[in-house]
């Protein structure tokens, strides 16, 4: 009988690990989502700037320098 609860013991303590493990690997998997939801965004404006950039070397916008400042 002792070894059959040997044997439990065992299994119970590989469980726990391996419920830990998931725990971990869930919150490693949360956080690297945010990170990428972050990068996509900044990858965005990226894009914009430089696509606003690209409109303005060809002409097509005009330039910050014919822009009026906001104050009037």
Not at 57 to 62: A, D, K, T
Not at 64 to 72: M, R, S, T, V
């Amino acid at each position: 009988m002792t070894d059959m609860l040997i044997r439990i013991e065992a299994l119970e303590i590989k469980a726990a690990h391996q419920e830990q493990q998931i725990q971990d690997l869930s919150e490693m998997v949360s956080d690297q989502w945010k990170m990428i939801e972050k990068l996509g965004g900044q990858l965005s404006k990226a894009n914009a700037k430089i696509e606003s950039l690209e409109d303005i070397s060809l002409g097509n916008v005009p330039g910050l320098a014919d822009e009026k400042p906001p104050h009037y």
